[in-house]
Nanobody, 120 residues
């Protein structure tokens, strides 16, 4: 069992930056691929970024590539999402996810989400 708790969301102006954190507890954090998803009002939840167990491989949705950076600290059981050059369309609830295989298809564990609002 893995528990995920996100933090770091808030209100920011367009062009600004935020860093989200996801703290994991439970079984070995380094055993899990991690990812971030987001859900905007009235839309389906969508993939944003993922990072491999060791942190050596990352992948991003086209909509955030070049602006967002996912990273992890296995010693701190934490995954981060650095978000730069934020746009109003980045406004969403951001969810952390974990899976022993891949987060790209129906990850097993989810956090409760943190709200990010970008004003124009």
């Amino acid at each position: 069992q893995v528990q995920l708790v996100e933090s770091g969301g808030g209100l920011v102006q367009a062009g600004g930056s935020l860093r989200l954190s996801c703290a994991a507890s439970g079984r070995s954090f380094s055993s899990y691929a991690m990812g971030w998803f987001r859900q905007a009002p009235g839309k389906e939840r969508e993939f944003a970024a993922t990072i491999s167990r060791s942190g050596g491989r990352t992948d991003y949705a086209d909509s955030v590539k070049g602006r967002f950076t996912i990273s992890r600290d296995n010693a701190k059981n934490t995954v981060y999402l650095q978000m730069n050059s934020l746009k109003p369309e980045d406004t969403a609830v951001y969810y952390c996810a974990a899976d022993s295989r891949t987060v790209r298809t129906n990850p097993h564990y989810w956090g409760q989400g943190t709200q990010v609002t970008v004003s124009s």
